[in-house]
C-alpha cells in the first residue's frame, strides 16, 4: 500500500488527509470508485444517511453588480435589459408567499458592491428611504423574521462592520470563495473584470466573518478554467480558515452551467465524472463537522452520484421562487427528490439554515433565537414539507 492509499484509507476513517497528502492526491490517479468510498465512509460517519435541505424563498435584491465575470448571466447594470431592484413592496409580497408556503429560509442574494459603481442605484435606496445596501438588507431581513422565517445573506463582499449589523438579523451569511487561485483573475481569465473576485478579498471576508462568530457558507465553482490543484488548494484554504474559527457550517461544490450571452457561453460544462470528483476530494477534505452540498438542480441527473461521493446536503429548495442565477435549471420536486434519496438508501429532511450546533448565544444573536427554534420545531415535526407552490420568473 502507497502512502498516499495509506492516508485515504485513515480518511475514510475520519482522519482529514493533511495538506501534503490532499496535494499530492491532487495530482494522483486514484480510481474514482476508491475516492468515493473513503468519502462516502466520512459522510455515514458524520452525518448518517440523512440528506437535508433548507425550503427556501430566493429574494434578489438587486441584479445590478460592477463585477463581469465572464459566465454570469444574472449581473446587470442600470439601463440593460432585465435590470432590477426590488421594491419593498414586492420584499413584503414574495415573504407573505413565501410564509403561506412553509418556508424557512429566506436568501437575500444580490451582486456585488452595486453601490460602489451606480448612481442611480443609489438614488434608487434613496427613495425607498434607505441608506445603503446593508440598511436594505436589514429591513428586509426584519420583515422575513416578522413571518417567522429565517434571512441568510449572500451580498458579496461585505466589510466587518457590514456583516457585524446582518449578524443581528441574519441567521447566517455566506460568499462563495469560488477559486483562491489569482490566475483566474489574469487577462483572458473568467474573474478578469471582476474586482470582488479577488482571492484575497474574499478569504479575508471569511476570516472576518470567522472573527465575528457568523455561521458562514462558502464554497468553490468548477469548470472556469481551474485546474485539480486549484480546487484542492481552495478547499484547503476553506479549511484553514474553518479550523481559526470553527464557523463554516457548509461548503457547496457548484458546477458552472453554460448559458448563451455570455462570454463563456460556449466553454464546456463539468461532466459527471468532474463534479463527483471534487465532491470527493471536498469531503475528505474538510472536517468532519463541516456540512457538504451540491445543487441538485445543476446535477439532475445526478443524485444518485452526488450521494455516493459524500454529499449530505442539498442546499436552499425553492418552488416559490426560481433559481435567478441559473434561471434554465428548475429546483426539482420534493417528493421526487425524496423518492430518489429512498432508491440509495437516504432520508431526505428540512432543516433551517443555521445548523443546529450553531444555535447557541455563541453564533446567534440571542433574538434570533426563538424564531430559529421555532423553524426547526416545525420541521421535526414535519419531517417532510409540504411541496411549495410554483412563482412567476422575475421581479417586474
Request: aromatic share 6%; net charge neutral; glycine share 8%.
Given at each position: 500500500?502507497?502512502?498516499?492509499?495509506?492516508?485515504?484509507?485513515?480518511?475514510?476513517?475520519?482522519?482529514?488527509?493533511?495538506?501534503?497528502?490532499?496535494?499530492?492526491?491532487?495530482?494522483?490517479?486514484?480510481?474514482?470508485?476508491?475516492?468515493?468510498?473513503?468519502?462516502?465512509?466520512?459522510?455515514?460517519?458524520?452525518?448518517?444517511?440523512?440528506?437535508?435541505?433548507?425550503?427556501?424563498?430566493?429574494?434578489?435584491?438587486?441584479?445590478?453588480?460592477?463585477?463581469?465575470?465572464?459566465?454570469?448571466?444574472?449581473?446587470?447594470?442600470?439601463?440593460?435589459?432585465?435590470?432590477?431592484?426590488?421594491?419593498?413592496?414586492?420584499?413584503?409580497?414574495?415573504?407573505?408567499?413565501?410564509?403561506?408556503?412553509?418556508?424557512?429560509?429566506?436568501?437575500?442574494?444580490?451582486?456585488?458592491?452595486?453601490?460602489?459603481?451606480?448612481?442611480?442605484?443609489?438614488?434608487?435606496?434613496?427613495?425607498?428611504?434607505?441608506?445603503?445596501?446593508?440598511?436594505?438588507?436589514?429591513?428586509?431581513?426584519?420583515?422575513?423574521?416578522?413571518?417567522?422565517?429565517?434571512?441568510?445573506?449572500?451580498?458579496?463582499?461585505?466589510?466587518?462592520?457590514?456583516?457585524?449589523?446582518?449578524?443581528?438579523?441574519?441567521?447566517?451569511?455566506?460568499?462563495?470563495?469560488?477559486?483562491?487561485?489569482?490566475?483566474?483573475?489574469?487577462?483572458?481569465?473568467?474573474?478578469?473584470?471582476?474586482?470582488?473576485?479577488?482571492?484575497?478579498?474574499r478569504l479575508c471576508m471569511i476570516d472576518e466573518a470567522g472573527r465575528l462568530r457568523i455561521p458562514f457558507t462558502t464554497g468553490i465553482l468548477l469548470g472556469i478554467g481551474e485546474t485539480r490543484r486549484e480546487r484542492v488548494d481552495s478547499l484547503l484554504a476553506?479549511?484553514?480558515?474553518?479550523?481559526?474559527?470553527?464557523?463554516?457550517?457548509?461548503?457547496?461544490?457548484?458546477?458552472?452551467?453554460?448559458?448563451?450571452?455570455?462570454?463563456?457561453?460556449?466553454?464546456?460544462?463539468p461532466d459527471e465524472a468532474v463534479v463527483t470528483d471534487a465532491v470527493a476530494l471536498a469531503r475528505l477534505i474538510l472536517d468532519g463537522d463541516v456540512s457538504l452540498q451540491a445543487p441538485p438542480n445543476l446535477n439532475p441527473s445526478s443524485i444518485g452520484a452526488?450521494?455516493?461521493?459524500?454529499?449530505?446536503?442539498?442546499?436552499?429548495?425553492?418552488?416559490?421562487?426560481?433559481?435567478?442565477?441559473?434561471?434554465?435549471?428548475?429546483?426539482?420536486?420534493?417528493?421526487?427528490?425524496?423518492?430518489?434519496?429512498?432508491?440509495?438508501?437516504?432520508?431526505?429532511?428540512?432543516?433551517?439554515?443555521?445548523?443546529?450546533?450553531?444555535?447557541?448565544?455563541?453564533?446567534?444573536?440571542?433574538?434570533?433565537?426563538?424564531?430559529?427554534?421555532?423553524?426547526?420545531?416545525?420541521?421535526?415535526?414535519?419531517?417532510r414539507p409540504a411541496e411549495l407552490a410554483p412563482m412567476p420568473g422575475v421581479p417586474s
Amino acid at each position: 500500500m502507497s502512502a498516499l492509499d495509506a492516508a485515504i484509507e485513515r480518511a475514510a476513517g475520519g482522519t482529514p488527509l493533511s495538506d501534503a497528502n490532499a496535494l499530492a492526491l491532487a495530482a494522483a490517479a486514484v480510481p474514482a470508485a476508491t475516492l468515493c468510498a473513503a468519502a462516502a465512509s466520512v459522510r455515514d460517519r458524520a452525518f448518517g444517511r440523512v440528506v437535508t435541505f433548507s425550503p427556501k424563498a430566493f429574494l434578489p435584491l438587486t441584479n445590478l453588480c460592477r463585477n463581469r465575470c465572464d459566465y454570469c448571466s444574472f449581473r446587470r447594470s442600470p439601463g440593460d435589459d432585465g435590470e432590477w431592484t426590488m421594491r419593498p413592496d414586492q420584499v413584503e409580497a414574495w415573504l407573505e408567499r413565501a410564509r403561506a408556503q412553509g418556508c424557512g429560509e429566506a436568501l437575500f442574494c444580490l451582486g456585488d458592491t452595486p453601490e460602489a459603481a451606480f448612481s442611480a442605484y443609489r438614488r434608487t435606496l434613496a427613495g425607498f428611504g434607505r441608506t445603503s445596501t446593508v440598511d436594505y438588507l436589514r429591513w428586509s431581513a426584519e420583515r422575513a423574521l416578522d413571518r417567522g422565517i429565517l434571512p441568510h445573506t449572500n451580498a458579496g463582499i461585505l466589510d466587518a462592520g457590514d456583516m457585524a449589523i446582518l449578524r443581528e438579523v441574519n441567521v447566517s451569511l455566506g460568499l462563495m470563495l469560488e477559486n483562491v487561485s489569482p490566475r483566474l483573475c489574469e487577462p483572458g481569465m473568467p474573474h478578469h473584470r471582476a474586482p470582488d473576485k479577488r482571492p484575497d478579498r474574499r478569504l479575508c471576508m471569511i476570516d472576518e466573518a470567522g472573527r465575528l462568530r457568523i455561521p458562514f457558507t462558502t464554497g468553490i465553482l468548477l469548470g472556469i478554467g481551474e485546474t485539480r490543484r486549484e480546487r484542492v488548494d481552495s478547499l484547503l484554504a476553506i479549511r484553514r480558515l474553518h479550523r481559526a474559527h470553527g464557523h463554516i457550517q457548509e461548503v457547496i461544490v457548484q458546477n458552472f452551467r453554460a448559458v448563451a450571452g455570455v462570454p463563456m457561453e460556449g466553454a464546456p460544462e463539468p461532466d459527471e465524472a468532474v463534479v463527483t470528483d471534487a465532491v470527493a476530494l471536498a469531503r475528505l477534505i474538510l472536517d468532519g463537522d463541516v456540512s457538504l452540498q451540491a445543487p441538485p438542480n445543476l446535477n439532475p441527473s445526478s443524485i444518485g452520484a452526488l450521494l455516493e461521493a459524500g454529499v449530505n446536503d442539498f442546499g436552499g429548495i425553492s418552488a416559490v421562487t426560481p433559481d435567478y442565477i441559473n434561471p434554465r435549471h428548475p429546483w426539482p420536486h420534493l417528493e421526487r427528490l425524496a423518492e430518489a434519496c429512498e432508491r440509495h438508501g437516504f432520508v431526505s429532511r428540512p432543516r433551517a439554515p443555521i445548523y443546529d450546533r450553531f444555535v447557541r448565544d455563541e453564533w446567534l444573536d440571542p433574538k434570533l433565537a426563538a424564531a430559529t427554534r421555532a423553524v426547526q420545531a416545525r420541521f421535526r415535526s414535519a419531517r417532510r414539507p409540504a411541496e411549495l407552490a410554483p412563482m412567476p420568473g422575475v421581479p417586474s
